[in-house]
């Protein structure tokens, strides 16, 4: 079955500064690769998607890239500000469920 | 739109007795639900599947006859945790899907249940 890894655990970046956080996929026949971000005791929000047939997709500050042949797919933020601190996660979906990565600390310094 | 609700937000129980978590989807037909585990600072590990009108499917390691999940409608899956023990005490979170929707896969969370079984 998929096995979603994700990394780092935990990220810790200057306020102003790029955040990057990597996932890989074991599946191929994965074609759905969300990203949410979840504040301590909410829900988790998908802040971008992306699937197989794209390479690349962003959302003001927000973007994620895909590389199908190495089967990893990345999450990038700028302009990083004291609200994005948050627990991120990916996916991978090969069919309707979610596979999930073990979840990134994104901490934001002022 | 593809709101989904979950009640209670919260619960606290006596070991044994059991525990009902509804979860809604307020504006859109959902034939397909999930229910995730969360303990803290961990991922969200999916329990089982739940379909409308047929039986859930549970995942590995979870015990079917101690997590019981009805999806009797298109917009109503409920998990009842049985004979609910210290060890359950979790938060809980179901998720849906719109097959309406022009995202098939995307999955919309409810708010969560954090049980506290004492």
């Known amino acids: 079955g998929e096995n979603v890894e994700q990394h780092p655990s935990t990220l810790s970046v200057q306020e102003g500064d790029s955040a990057v956080i990597k996932c890989t996929y074991s599946?191929?026949?994965?074609?759905?690769f969300p990203w949410y971000k979840q504040e301590l005791g909410k829900r988790p929000q998908l802040i971008i998607d992306?699937?197989?047939n794209v390479g690349e997709k962003k959302d003001q500050r927000i973007a994620v890239t895909l590389n199908k042949t190495a089967k990893h797919f990345s999450l990038h933020i700028t302009e990083t500000q004291p609200e994005d601190s948050a627990v991120y996660f990916c996916?991978?979906?090969?069919?309707?469920?979610?596979?999930w990565g073990a979840g990134t600390k994104l901490i934001i310094k002022p | 739109g593809a709101v989904v609700s979950q009640h209670p937000s919260w619960v606290i129980c006596k070991s044994g007795t059991s525990v009902k978590i509804e979860c809604r989807s307020l504006?859109?037909?959902?034939?397909?639900m999930f229910w995730y585990r969360q303990f803290p600072k961990q991922s969200l590990m999916l329990m089982a599947t739940?379909?409308?009108?047929?039986?859930?499917?549970?995942e590995q390691g979870v015990e079917k006859d101690k997590f019981l999940i009805n999806h009797a409608s298109l917009t109503l899956s409920t998990l009842t945790v049985t004979s609910a023990h210290p060890e359950d005490s979790s938060f809980y979170i179901c998720?849906?899907?719109?097959?309406?929707?022009?995202?098939?896969?995307?999955?919309?969370f409810g708010p969560g249940t954090r049980l506290t079984v004492l």
């Open positions: 739940s379909n409308e009108g047929s039986k859930a499917t549970y």
């Open positions: 996916a991978a979906s090969p069919n309707y469920q979610l596979i």
């Open positions: 504006d859109f037909q959902a034939t397909t």
């Open positions: 992306i699937r197989s």
């Open positions: 599946d191929s026949a994965s074609n759905y």
């Open positions: 998720s849906a899907t719109d097959p309406s929707g022009s995202s098939y896969n995307e999955q919309f």
